[in-house]
């Protein structure tokens, strides 16, 4: 096979062009900004192994595993990450939140911020990069995930710590903002199924998918400094039910953000004792 004809061959399986591109990319061993080089090359007879191996990644892109399991990396917030299945995907959407956090912590230098559910190290890292005076420490319940984050943060040579633990139950001491994007769909939720290459447990969170995001409020205040920010993600529906428990537990300024859908993504506010 040529290289045009192993792309046709992969179209033809019904997969998208990009897609494509990108797994012909990865298999040959070539960065995924070298598109051009496909074109430039078209008439070039494949090796055996490269040809192989590169049908064998369509078929299971056909079958449904996400492009980014399959070439193992991501871009977020400017930041090329590494990933695989023990960790979620991290989706353009999340930068909402980080855009946020950066927002409050404006002209606040060596500012202290905790992320909640690191996963593959996104939020933290992709905090880190923009603002490398922050303080940044990354929680996860998962030792797997964490593994994934902190491989992720010696690539970048970015300086985050990293702790095993549920939530705020292991961490000590107060911070200027808490991030998270928790679990936030529900067990029965009729989407899931799209989502069954991703680790469930970073999925789901109750009948109402409300669960961790109840215990992360719940814990937050007695870890913010006065005047500190908890920013959390959450479903396309949660806005309005987020913002009443913030502000049950006696947040201030509680606001939503929306994501580049125009749908509120995200919900938070100030802590302000007294």
């Avoid at 009443?244 to 947040?251: A, H, K, N, R, V």
Wanted: glycine share 10%; hydrophobic share 45%; aromatic share 6%.
């Amino acid at each position: 096979m040529t290289v045009a004809e192993a792309l046709a061959a992969a179209l033809a399986l019904g997969l998208d062009k990009l897609d494509v591109q990108l797994l012909l990319l990865h298999a040959l061993g070539r960065h995924d900004g070298n598109r051009a080089w496909l074109l430039a090359h078209d008439r070039d007879p494949l090796q055996s192994a490269d040809e192989t191996g590169f049908m064998a990644l369509c078929r299971r892109r056909a079958a449904g595993e996400p492009l980014a399991y399959l070439i193992g990396r991501q871009e977020f917030h400017g930041l090329d990450l590494l990933v695989d299945p023990r960790v979620l995907i991290p989706r353009s959407d999340t930068e909402t939140l980080v855009d946020w956090a950066l927002d409050v912590l404006a002209g606040h230098a060596g500012s202290t911020v905790v992320d909640l559910g690191t996963g593959s190290g996104a939020i933290a890292l992709a905090l880190k990069h923009a603002r490398p005076d922050l303080q940044l420490c990354a929680v996860d319940a998962s030792g797997e995930a964490l593994s994934v984050a902190q491989h992720n943060a010696q690539r970048l040579r970015l300086d985050v710590q990293f702790l095993h633990g549920c939530w705020l139950d292991d961490v000590s001491g107060r911070f200027d903002a808490i991030v998270s994007n928790p679990p936030y769909i529900a067990a029965q939720d009729p989407h899931l199924g799209a989502l069954g290459y991703e680790p469930q447990q970073a999925l789901t969170s109750g009948a109402q998918g409300l669960d961790d995001l109840r215990h992360i409020i719940a814990q937050a205040s007695a870890h913010l400094e006065p005047g500190g920010w908890l920013l959390l993600e959450h479903g396309y529906d949660q806005a309005a039910v987020v913002r009443s428990l913030l502000i049950e537990t006696g947040f201030v300024h509680v606001q939503s953000r929306r994501d580049l859908g125009g749908i509120e993504r995200c919900s938070g506010g100030q802590w302000a004792p007294g």
